[in-house]
């Protein structure tokens, strides 16, 4: 008896690692036309490996330049680096859905958003209700409220971070909340980039995510009960969200009241909420720290920004100029998208999937395939770009010709991802941001970098992440203005 079962457990065992050896080489047999790193055709490990090093972006533009526009990364994964296919595959009419390498995202394991539902026909749902709370009439509610933080984020850097002539430098860290109780409220931050790594990770490991999130876990899962993290910020919506619905709700202009005007579930909202307060405002965060960067690095361009604000300073409104008149600076508008093309606040594969065959640079692309997107060599395309691609430049978005600036303007894009199928809902809110604090601070201030040599420490983990980011900041008053 104990012999039969023994051998019920070793052919158990044979078939399991039969099993495994057909998947590794029908795997390998299916892109085994298609150029990459000789170890990813038959494992994901050169591709975890890079997720967890941080340097997973720079790898993928390795990869391309070596291997060319379309790269095998890992079994059943490509890299396509061609501006033009990326927007053929993310187009509408493509056949293309989410991979679902977007389910490692779920910041709340529990339920789907408008980021990491796969589904085509949910998506589009989701979208639908979603989309007026982040178009022209919803965003023009918001300009207030991101005026005011505006305010107190200028009179927390006056108070607490300005460097007076003569006296030491002190650095202002541009890598954590600053006003307030200067604190990371709930651990929110920290809860946030605590959770990418893993994130990235199980999103390329779909029998771990599967397993994180089956009922064995759920014991170890966020609760609204929490004191800190993730599982106070859920306990946080939920007191904000039930407090709009019922007999004595409150009804405030803002964000989260679009979410609720919506026509989601009271759990969709709450969702989507997550979304909005831990994805949205980190990756416009992380953006302005890169503009911030880039322009104290590059004297020409940090001079001509300050030009610009000071022909205006006058003219405009106060105490924050407002969106329309942003909009009208040319030069600072090219800085943004200029930081935007060299240095993503999103830094995902971004992989996307069809059903069916498709032919991608002239090379077959099998059903079932992780398609991710090279950003940094679409966006470093030395044919697009010019042969500057690798610069700081924002004066190539005002010189190009008509033509060439409309291809600019569609691959630079891709930053908020593209179409009308995945473009960022919060695109305008975080251009209508990011253009306001941007003015605001070059025209009260002078920025430079603490440490020149080394200025800030990033990993790329879904989300770009800097760290230790001191800059030294001065007072400084326009130029003709009393």
């Known amino acids: 008896m104990a012999l039969h079962i023994s051998a019920v457990y070793i052919g158990g065992i044979g078939i399991l690692i039969l099993w495994v050896l057909f998947t590794r080489i029908r795997n390998w047999y299916a892109l085994r036309h298609i150029p990459g790193p000789r170890t990813a055709g038959w494992s994901k490990f050169w591709l975890v490996r890079r997720q967890i090093n941080g340097r997973l972006l720079q790898d993928l533009r390795d990869v391309s330049k070596k291997y060319g526009p379309v790269a095998r990364i890992g079994p059943r994964w490509v890299v396509v680096s061609s501006p033009s296919e990326i927007r053929r595959i993310w187009s509408i009419r493509s056949g293309y859905q989410r991979s679902p390498w977007y389910r490692g995202f779920r910041f709340d394991p529990n339920s789907d958003s408008v980021i990491t539902m796969v589904d085509n026909k949910e998506h589009l749902r989701l979208r639908t209700h979603l989309g007026p709370a982040y178009q022209a009439r919803g965003i023009t509610n918001q300009e207030q ?66 397993f994180v999130t089956s009922p064995l876990c759920k014991p170890f899962m966020p609760r609204k009960t929490d004191k800190s993290g993730i599982g106070r910020l859920l306990g946080v919506l939920d007191e904000r969200v039930r407090a709009r619905y019922g007999e004595k709700k409150v009804k405030n202009m803002d964000v989260l009241q679009g979410l609720v005007e919506s026509g989601l579930s009271r759990e969709e909202v709450e969702a989507e909420a997550l979304v909005h307060l831990l994805g949205g405002t980190d990756t416009t965060a992380g953006a302005l720290r890169n503009t911030v960067f880039f322009l104290a690095t590059c004297p020409a361009a940090y001079r001509r920004l300050q030009d610009e604000i000071d022909s205006v300073a006058g003219r405009v409104t106060r105490p924050v100029i407002a969106d329309a008149e942003c909009k009208e600076l040319k030069f600072l508008q090219a800085c943004i998208k200029e930081s935007l093309r060299l240095w993503p606040p999103l830094s995902g594969l971004q992989a996307k999937m069809s059903s069916n065959d498709d032919v991608v640079c002239g090379l077959k692309v099998p059903a079932g395939t992780h398609v991710a997107f090279g950003y940094f060599e679409v966006m470093r395309d030395k044919d697009l770009f010019g042969e500057n691609a690798d610069m700081y430049e924002p004066m190539r978005w005002l010189e190009a010709d008509p033509e ?79």
């Not at 040599?453 to 001065?474: R, S, Y």
Request: charged share 25%; glycine share 10%.
């Open 404 to 482: 060439k600036l409309k291809e600019m303007e569609a691959t630079g894009g891709m930053a908020f991802a593209a179409g009308t199928r995945w473009e960022c809902l919060g695109k305008r809110l975080a251009n209508l941001q990011m253009g306001k604090v941007l003015f605001e601070l070059f025209l009260r201030f002078d920025f430079a970098m603490t440490d020149p040599v080394k200025p800030f420490d990033w990993k790329h983990m879904g989300f770009t992440l800097q760290d230790d980011m001191n800059v030294t900041i001065t007072e400084r008053k326009p130029r003709g203005v009393v």
């Open 145 to 210: 409220v991101v005026d005011e933080q505006i305010a107190k984020l200028i009179d927390f850097i006056t108070r607490k971070y300005l460097s007076k002539p003569g006296t030491a430098a002190e650095g202002a860290g541009y890598g954590r909340s600053i006003w307030g109780a200067n604190d990371d409220l709930y651990g929110a931050i920290d809860a946030l980039q605590g959770m990418l790594l893993p994130c990235a990770v199980m999103g390329l490991l779909p029998p771990v995510l599967w």
